[in-house]
């Protein structure tokens, strides 16, 4: 299927091509939005069904980081998804930040070759930008990619370039990272001594950072440094505080491999019971996990400790146990070494033949998968048979096999081991003056091992001194910030108190000026309401005289008075007509108390004797 950004030359297909591609970005894009990734959720998809332009290539991105862990396949989906819309609306930004995700994608799928390219072409872009952390992010994936295809030195490029990028902008996790890095590709090629002090140099980072897992990953690493180099000592300390800051924070990964390290360092130690109980617990805890690459490494170290125990029946199970987890784990590599030990089981039986067929399968096992260090144990092995049962020529021819590849991988113990036994066949030949120059090279490089281990401790202790020194100007520096921080704060309490107080004195006056203007304000208020008072009063005095007055008038009738000349009624001021007594009792103070003058009852009595003397008699 032709990726979008590919166009066809010619005129008249062009149109076509850019149809074609707007379909094949809906369907990329329905199917990406079908697709059930456990770490998308509903709504990302959602928004992304609704997105256009540049949200949806800033939502793809997001997406793509989302699922890289989970699902790289699906992740790369969403990234080249994003780089092909991006490249259609020619966003460059965008352009830069999708190419980086599919980068990453590709990585993780071993697509490494797509991965370099990408990561190289936005280097010089993403530092225009300015965005340096993802410069160096970068240069590390494209160090660990020439790492793991073979090219330490470029890998080391990177690996320098990055430290110098994240020097810039102070990035402490990154100088980690890189020094790690560079640890871990010194030591592959055997250069122990730069290998010691970038991890020294990323141990002192990683514990400021507080960054543990970190931590027990790189004393584990130190450890096997140590562990080559002959000073046990110091390597199992190093395992030993690994395997304790794993355990106390529940790193439980990298038990297994921590354990085995400290029962391989038992085993050279001599002390076979104590390599066996670290070692069945190694077991253990790889069976748990259900790891079987951790189970076969921890069975392999196991049965050579019970090989040299003299447990050869429970040594010989543990090898064979080892090949087959290994292989279950589609690991035939690791598979070399168990065989390795089996045919030495096998040989140390008196079943030559047995051994000798499994030796030589050991071998073209290694040949075949190209991994010349593999080839180092089954063809020492094989010499030891052969030397054992008298066939000298062909100890001889596979001992110094096994120092060629010894030589090639840079495993010098391997080749003392190779040059020992080697010498020991010439003995057994007669040929001493060989045997002599053997013994006298094995001598030499056993001298330059101590030399060169001499050299790895020192190292080391430079290393622990600049990083002792650098922790105490640390220290100093912290306590400098520390007293600054302090001084600033006292300075921010004495600024802090003495607005507050400013504040307070400023209220007071504001308070006390309120209060003034209050107190003249009620003062004035008190005099304009006294004298309202005064007024009302005299107000009031005035409408009592009135009123009396009026009373008074009310009381004591004068003026005159309408009255019928005919009834003696007085018309009131309403109009009505009143009886004489009705209209003073109103107006006035005066009661009437009824009775009759004389000459009105002579009258009126006169009339009451004539009517009943009129009247006629019953």
Known sequence: MDRANRFIEYDDVQAISIILKILLFSSMIGFICAVDVSSVSASDNERLKHATGEEQVKILIRLAEKTRTSDPTISLEYAQS??????????????????????????????????????????????????????????????????????????????????????????????AESHYNLGYSHWSTNNWPESMMHYEKALVLEEEAGNQLKIAQILNNMGIILHKWGKHDD????????????????????????????????????????????????????????????????????????????????????????????????????????????????????????AKALFEKALAEASDLGDISREVLPQQDLGALYLRIGDYQKALFHLKRGVELSREIGERPKILQNLKLISDTYKEMGDFQNAYDTII???????????????????????????????????ILRKEKSLQKEVIRRQQLIFFLGTIILFLFMGLIIALIRSMRQRKKNHLLLEAAHENTLRQQDQLVEKNHSLQDALNKVNTLSGLLPI???????????????????????????????????????????????????????
């Open 82 to 175: 994003a780089l092909d819309l991006a490249q259609q609306a020619s966003n460059k930004r965008t352009i830069i930040y999708a190419k980086n995700q599919v980068a990453a994608s590709s990585y993780i799928l071993k697509n490494y070759e797509m991965a370099v390219e990408l990561s190289t072409s936005i280097i010089t872009p993403l530092r225009e930008q300015g965005d340096l952390k993802l410069v160096g992010d970068n240069l590390i994936r494209i160090g660990n990619i020439h790492e793991r295809l073979g090219r330490p030195t470029k890998a080391q490029e990177h690996f320098y370039d990055a430290l110098k990028v994240y020097r810039q902008i102070e990035y402490q996790s990154g100088m």
């Open 235 to 354: 390597a199992l300390r190093h395992y030993l505080k690994s395997y304790e800051i794993r355990e106390e924070h529940g790193f439980n990964e990298g038990i297994p491999t921590v354990l085995v390290n400290i029962g391989s360092l038992y085993i050279l130690q001599g002390n076979f019971t104590k390599a066996i109980e670290m070692l069945r617990e190694a077991l253990q805890k790889s069976r748990e996990m259900q790891a079987p690459r951790k189970e076969g490494y921890a069975l392999l170290i196991l049965g050579v400790a019970l090989e040299k125990d003299g447990q050869t029946k429970e040594a010989f199970d543990c090898f064979l146990k080892s090949e087959q987890a290994y292989l279950s784990a589609g690991d035939r590599v690791g598979s070399v070494y168990p065989m390795s030990g089996q045919a030495r089981i096998l040989g140390q039986r008196g079943e030559t033949e047995k």
């Open 441 to 475: 090279e094995y001598q030499t490089l056993s001298n330059q091992l101590s030399e060169d281990v001499s050299e790895v401790e020192i190292a080391t202790l430079t290393s622990r001194f600049n990083a002792e020194k650098k922790e105490k100007e640390n220290i």
């Open 564 to 618: 019928c000349s005919t009834c003696k009624k007085i018309r009131d001021d309403q109009g009505y007509w009143q009886q004489v007594e009705v209209y003073i009792n109103e107006h006035s103070d005066a009661n009437f108390s009824h009775s009759i003058c004389p000459d009105c009852a002579s009258s009126y009595y006169k009339e009451i004797e004539n009517f009943r003397a009129k009247r006629p008699k019953r």
